[in-house]
C-alpha cells in the first residue's frame, strides 16, 4: 500500500505558475499510474493530468492542455505537477492519486489511494 502527501498549494495571481509535489511512502511510484484530479467548491472531481506506469505516456485534461506538466521522479518517489498561467478558474483543491494498474487514468474510479489534497487558489 502507498501513502500520499501532497504540497505546494497557495494563492497566486492570475498568470503565476506553481508546482505541486505529490510524495509516496510505503512503494514506489513506479509500480503506479500516478495522477492529479482538482475539486472546485460546489463541484465534482476533476480529471487534470496523469502518468502512465509502464511507459509514462503523460495524459491531460483539455483544460489544462499546454498549461499544466505532470512528471515523475521515481529516486525521489515524487510525482510534481507544473501548473502555469494559472487561472481563477484552476482554483481548487488539489488531490494525487495511485492505481496498481496500466491504465489512461483519466477516471477517479481507477485509482486505488488517494492523498489529502493541497489547496490552490488563483486570484483574478
Known amino acids: 500500500q502507498v501513502q500520499l502527501v501532497e504540497s505546494g498549494g497557495q494563492l497566486v495571481q492570475a498568470g503565476d505558475s506553481l508546482r505541486l509535489s505529490c510524495a509516496a511512502s510505503?512503494?514506489?511510484?513506479?509500480?503506479?499510474?500516478m495522477g492529479w484530479f482538482r475539486r472546485a467548491p460546489g463541484k465534482e472531481h476533476e480529471f487534470v493530468a496523469g502518468?502512465?506506469?509502464?511507459?509514462?505516456?503523460?495524459y491531460y485534461a483539455d483544460s489544462v492542455k499546454g498549461r499544466f506538466t505532470i512528471s515523475r521522479d521515481n529516486a525521489k518517489n515524487t510525482v510534481y505537477l507544473q501548473m502555469n498561467s494559472l487561472k481563477p478558474e484552476d482554483t481548487a483543491v488539489y488531490r494525487c492519486?495511485?492505481?496498481?494498474?496500466?491504465?489512461?487514468?483519466?477516471?477517479?474510479?481507477?485509482?486505488?489511494?488517494w492523498g489529502q489534497g493541497t489547496q490552490v487558489t488563483v486570484s483574478s
Open positions: 492519486a495511485a492505481a496498481p494498474r496500466d491504465v489512461a487514468g483519466t477516471r477517479k474510479s481507477e485509482y486505488d489511494y
Open positions: 510505503g512503494r514506489t511510484i513506479s509500480s503506479y499510474t
Open positions: 502518468i502512465r506506469r509502464s511507459d509514462i505516456r503523460t
